[in-house]
Nanobody, 115 residues
Framework: QVPVVESGGGLVQPGGSLRLSCAAS????????MGWYRQAPGKQRELVAA???????NYADSVKGRFTISRDSAQNAVSLQMNSLKPEDTAVYYC?????????WGQGTQVTVSS
């Protein structure tokens, strides 16, 4: 019954790659926005990447060129391909799903980039 579930986090060495996935419940309709945010200890949550129902995407400057966000054909799932990972990318990553009337957050998945 969890509306949004993330997966794919883990430990990776600098320069490595990870792919995060977020699955939204089928019960959530009219999704117009899906995004990934991250939060490191002692820091505020920040937008990493987002994609609208129209397919427009947006990225934080710090990840531009390294991360790619994409949606599945049904637009009820979103992935974040993360390449060339850096220690600064270490954080808990959260999936955010928005519809016309609701805003949903996943529980988060830990990404740790360390040698």
């Amino acid at each position: 019954q969890v509306p949004v579930v993330e997966s794919g986090g883990g430990l990776v060495q600098p320069g490595g790659s990870l792919r995060l996935s977020c699955a939204a419940s089928r019960s959530i309709f009219a999704i117009n926005y899906m995004g990934w945010y991250r939060q490191a200890p002692g820091k505020q949550r920040e937008l990493v990447a987002a994609i609208t129902s129209g397919g427009a995407s947006n990225y934080a400057d710090s990840v531009k060129g390294r991360f790619t966000i994409s949606r599945d054909s049904a637009q009820n799932a979103v992935s974040l391909q993360m390449n060339s990972l850096k220690p600064e990318d270490t954080a808990v990553y959260y999936c955010n799903v928005r519809s016309w009337t609701s805003n949903y957050w996943g529980q988060g998945t830990q990404v740790t980039v360390s040698s």
